[in-house]
């Protein structure tokens, strides 16, 4: 294990500055894409069978009161925006609708927390390694010219300086981004889930007034 330890230390001090600045990069991409795998994975909720509950509360039962509850039931972005459409039953579309926006982008700017830095890791990575690369052979014609072609070893230090940076900002930008892409794929799949639920609840809505029905109110949480 100390002979692991050594060699790690001893690749990092090859690389110099620039392979510590990408092991704390690498650090922080961790701990944001732990906490992104579980923060959206907690907010996947059965979109259709939720939607399901929401009409029968409403066309079925004819309580928004009920269907309010149902939101409280499940946790994620879709339910909470629902549940602030439905506190606005009874009011006009416009003000259901700017409250549903208004919703959905705070939700968003919980979704997308911590993506900007994912994003920028994986884009700054391969810079510092070129960095690298540009400071390694720096060095080594450094050596060239003052050892001439009578000392070759301080030339490669040079040379491998280079390439270990290079392949130390590839090794972290590659799966950061695959994270980042990641991510984005699932936050999309939330954007048309809230589109498809947001829709619903005012087709619901209209559905209800053209057909007379009145839905039981919600009293004060509506006043």
């Known amino acids: 294990m100390n002979g692991e330890s050594f060699q790690f230390k001893e690749y990092m001090d090859q690389g110099g500055l620039v392979m510590w600045l990408l092991l704390i990069g690498s650090v922080i991409a961790l701990a944001f894409i732990i906490e992104r795998f579980f923060a959206l994975w907690r907010a996947k909720i059965n979109v259709n069978e939720f939607l399901q509950k929401i009409r029968k509360a409403l066309i079925v039962n004819r309580s928004a009161r009920e269907a309010v509850k149902v939101c409280e039931q499940y946790r994620g972005p879709v339910a909470s925006i629902m549940k602030v459409g ?5 009011r006009p579309k416009e003000d ?14 919980r979704l997308e927390r911590g993506l900007v830095v994912l994003a920028t890791i994986a884009n700054v ?5 070129f960095l690298g690369t540009v400071t390694g052979m720096i060095k080594s014609f450094d050596a060239l010219a003052a050892a001439g072609l009578s000392n070759p070893g301080l030339v490669a230090n040079g040379i491998k300086e280079a390439l270990t940076t290079t392949a130390g900002g590839l090794f972290v930008a590659i799966p950061v981004q695959i994270a980042y892409n990641f991510f984005m794929s699932r936050i999309n799949k939330f954007v048309r889930d809230i589109e498809t639920a947001a ?11 053209r057909s007379g029905i009145s839905a039981e109110g919600l009293g004060e949480r509506n006043g």
């Open 86 to 90: 439905l506190l606005k039953h009874g």
């Open 96 to 109: 259901v609708e700017k409250a549903i926006e208004n919703a959905a982008a705070f939700e968003m700017g």
């Open 199 to 209: 829709n619903m609840l005012l087709e619901t809505f209209g559905e209800m007034e």
């Open 125 to 129: 990575a391969p810079l510092l390694g």
